[in-house]
């Protein structure tokens, strides 16, 4: 791409490196703030600015946060004896959608995946194991992507806890509500049969 | 979407401002740019700021431009007496990529569309007609695309022109290399017949 402006130039390839934003989507882009108010640009450059310069990560729990604790540890009416252990923030953000969880999290950072070099060192492991005698926790529920590496994940942590008095739990796999059998994998479709569960208590749901 | 920080939420909401990107796709950018270094993302910022608070419009052909003439005006090599008339700024970053003209611009800033509420005041029509005597102009060609706003335009610049001495000519229509004649709409296959070239002038291409 020419362009005649320096000005033009740099604000486009700085979105083209975004990912999913390919050049012509950052020309797209550059050109509808152009024709915005300058207030509306000033405004979502300052945000973005902000974000990066003023967030921080729990302490707690290492979600993000405006200070040094996050909304979620520091609400009281959270269970904090319950902890929803996460990849990442992404999750939060789902759980939290659902509100259907009462309880606090703990984000992991990432999960343990050999392959990509990432092994228990790189994530919060750590500071999780010295969060449940602290505070007392009375129930650890996973709910990691069901694959090889969030299963690895759930059995390095349970081994650590062995002998710790904490219900260990992870969330439900089976078919998604709307989803059909037929199309469904063979080991999804297997544990869902092995893991099933009485009808009464589904239908509590 | 439920967030534990305000500073994300607002930064999403922003992103999600943008044509084309939804919350999610929002926030899959805002959580990209939170795992980069900060000086990358004052970059983003900046450029994006920057470009809002100082880009300028060429006093001539009205094309986005570092200073009050654009790069492409001031460039000693372009053809002064030809000018090719385009809708947008995106039309001339497409012209010129093809490195094929080397005349000047002039940006219309949108095409006559009265269902649009689009009129020849709205347009830099005034000022276009007011270079063609200034400026000692050749030839203009239109680079409009070609449906009917398009074709309304050429003809109110045209008969405004009447008297003139200048060449006017618009861009070929036709099919597009690489396309098929089955799947072209009949107006342009009607057109392309019409418009036929001889072959010796269509091989020196």
């Known amino acids: 791409m020419e362009f005649s402006s320096s000005l033009l130039e740099s604000a486009v390839s700085e979105f083209a490196k975004l990912p999913g934003i390919g050049k012509k989507t ?9 024709k915005q108010d300058p207030g509306n640009v000033e405004a979502f450059g300052e ?15 290492y979600n993000v946060a405006d200070s040094t604790t996050c909304a979620i540890c520091a609400n009281p009416l959270r ?9 990442n923030i992404r999750d939060v953000i789902a759980i939290e959608s659902t509100q259907q969880f009462s309880g606090v999290y703990h984000v992991l950072g990432g999960i343990i995946s050999p392959l990509d070099g990432i092994g228990p060192d790189q994530l919060t492991i750590e ?9 007392k926790t009375e129930e650890l529920i996973f709910a990691l992507n069901p694959n ?9 942590i349970q081994k ?46």
């Open 160 to 205: 650590k806890l062995q002998g710790t008095p904490v219900r260990i739990t992870t969330i439900a796999r089976g078919i998604a509500f709307g989803g059909e059998l037929e199309y469904a994998d063979e080991m999804t479709l297997a544990r869902s049969i092995t893991n099933r569960l009485p009808v009464e208590k589904y239908v509590q749901h």
């Open 26 to 34: 950052a020309l797209r882009l550059v050109l509808h703030l152009l």
């Open 47 to 61: 945000a973005i600015l902000k974000m990066r310069r003023e967030i921080k990560f729990c302490e707690r729990c």
């Open 127 to 135: 500071p999780l194991i010295q969060r449940i005698p602290r505070e």
């Open 148 to 156: 090889i590496q969030g299963d690895t994940t759930i059995y390095y």
């Open 79 to 87: 269970k904090q004896e319950l902890i929803c252990i996460v990849e």
